[in-house]
Every structure is written in C-alpha cells, then in structure tokens.
C-alpha cells in the first residue's frame, strides 16, 4: 500500500530561521513525491515534487526538498522562514499504476512568530 | 492555464436534503478527477475518482448511494451529497489530472466547498 507520514502535527519557528517539515513516504516502485500549502479555507497550492533525477528539488517561494532514498524522506525546507509561510503543509505521493492517485499525508501545521 | 473551479464554494443546507457541489477545469479537459474530504485540521482523505463517461471508482469505507458523483463531460465532474446529515459537514476539494505535455501537465485542485448541514 501507498502512504505518506508527516510525524509532527506543527512546527514552530521563529522568522528569519531556516525551518524543515517532515515527510516519509511507502511505496511500490518508484516514488513520485510532492508537497502542498493550504491557507485556511482554500484549496491547495503546489510547491514542488520529486519525479526523477536531481535529489533536491526547487519549487514555489524559495522552499526546497531533499529525496533521500535510503530514509524514504522527502523533507521540505526553507533557509529562511516568513510570517506569511504559516500555513498548512502537506506532501503526497502520486500512484502512477492506480488513476494517478494522490495520497496525502496528515499534514504540519506551520507556525513563523515575528 | 490549468485552472479548476469549484461552485459553490461554501453551502448551508438542512439535514435530509441533497446538495450537489461542481467541479471544473476551466481551460484543459480532464478525462480523470478526483474528490476529497478534509475534516477540520486533518489531511485530506480522498473519496473517489471520476472517470468520464464511467462510472467512479470509490475508495474503501465511502458510501457510493451517500456521494453520487457524475462524470458527464471534459470539464465537469459533480458530486452530490444526498440526505445529508450534520457528519457529512465537510471542506470538500476536488482535483483535475490534465494529461497534456508540457508544463501543464499534473494534477491540479479547486479551492474547495465548504458544506454545513444543519
């Protein structure tokens, strides 16, 4: 079966301070990896993902991830965080041989304080 | 491109009637779609997928004679909520695969409905 953990419910981090969410991923073959930002009461908005190639990936307002293979991980991170990157964060792993189904993991809420 | 909307975005309704909520990509057609449920502060769940003209796929534990979903064209998928009742209160986002190449191509989500049985 497909899953995506995200182990902590919320971050916190201090503006300014690079921040890291965590995400990681059980799949069949190989992973298709992305991640999500949700503001409250809006659809989800994409960052990034991981198909293949460059273990590090660029996306949408200076976030990054790392594919780690060996720790099925696939990290979001951000060198320096923003108040207004508070939000909620989710990464998903797309199922190539079922639709192209997305699963998402639980989700990180993320809290930047002044 | 690659724009899906979804009417309406918030309803409130009384407990026993149906509610259909839409789901359209409004600049690529979509032979597949998919609808998800999100629970307050929880991960999305997903529930189905539309298939045009077929019928949907559902996922284990969703009740198919509760959410009847209709994949009658491209760009339109609809779902709807029948008898509802104040546990089906939900944030509900439907999403789009657009299979063309290019930068485009992926899976791409409304901005959801809110539904409120009262």
């Known amino acids: 079966a497909q899953s995506v953990a995200q182990p902590e419910d919320q971050v916190n981090v201090a503006e300014g301070n690079p921040l890291t969410v965590k995400c990681t991923y059980s799949?069949?073959?190989?992973?298709?990896l992305f991640w999500y930002v949700q503001y409250p009461n809006r659809g989800l908005q994409f960052l990034l993902k991981?198909?293949?190639?460059?273990?590090l990936v660029k996306g949408s307002y200076g976030f990054e991830a790392e594919f780690n293979k060996s720790q099925t991980s696939f990290h979001l991170k951000k060198p320096s965080a923003l108040v207004s990157d508070s939000a909620l964060y989710f990464c998903?792993?797309?199922?190539?041989?079922?639709?192209?189904?997305?699963?998402f993991g639980s989700g990180t809420k993320l809290n930047v304080k002044p | 491109g690659a724009v899906v909307s979804q009417h309406p975005s918030r309803v409130i309704c009384k407990s026993g009637t149906s509610v259909k909520i839409e789901c359209r990509s409004l600049d690529f057609q979509a032979t597949t779609m998919f609808w998800y449920r999100q629970f307050p502060k929880k991960s999305l769940m997903l529930m189905a997928t539309?298939?045009?003209?077929?019928?949907?796929?559902?996922e284990q534990g969703v009740e198919k004679d509760k959410f009847l979903i209709n994949h009658a064209s491209l760009t339109l998928s609809t779902l709807t909520v029948t008898s509802a009742h104040p546990e089906d209160s939900s944030f509900y986002i439907c999403?789009?695969?657009?299979?063309?190449?290019?930068?485009?191509?992926?899976?791409?989500f409304g901005p959801g409905t809110r539904l409120t049985v009262l």
């Open positions: 999403s789009a695969w657009n299979a063309t190449s290019g930068i485009s191509r992926g899976q791409f």
């Open positions: 998903a792993v797309r199922v190539l041989y079922n639709f192209n189904k997305f699963y």
């Open positions: 991981y198909i293949t190639g460059d273990n």
């Open positions: 799949v069949s073959g190989n992973p298709y």
């Open positions: 539309s298939n045009e003209g077929s019928k949907a796929t559902y």
